[in-house]
């Protein structure tokens, strides 16, 4: 079967619905993709402290951030 139609026809046939449709999905796919790069960024961070509060024996500052740490992983998840 042989589709005849051009890219802006077959853009000018989908309803206007169709396309606002389209376009929450792209938005709220976009706030997804920022939320976990925002949310491992994070974790990397907190990881890091962690561990440099381990190899300076830093007992305080380790169980605010392993608290933190808990906290960001209960909120959104592993």
């Known amino acids: 079967m042989k589709n005849d139609k051009s890219y802006s026809e077959s ?3 989908l309803s206007t619905k169709e396309i ?3 376009a929450a ?3 709220m796919l976009i706030d997804m993709i920022i939320m976990e790069s925002f949310l491992t960024t994070k974790k ?3 990881t890091k402290e962690i561990d440099e509060a381990l190899d300076t024996k830093n007992k305080p500052l380790f ?9 960001l992983l209960k909120q959104f998840g592993n």
């Open 63 to 71: 169980l605010k951030l392993s608290t933190d740490l808990n906290a």
């Open 20 to 22: 606002k449709n389209d």
């Open 25 to 27: 999905v792209q938005e």
């Open 11 to 13: 853009v000018k046939s």
């Open 44 to 46: 990397n961070i907190l």
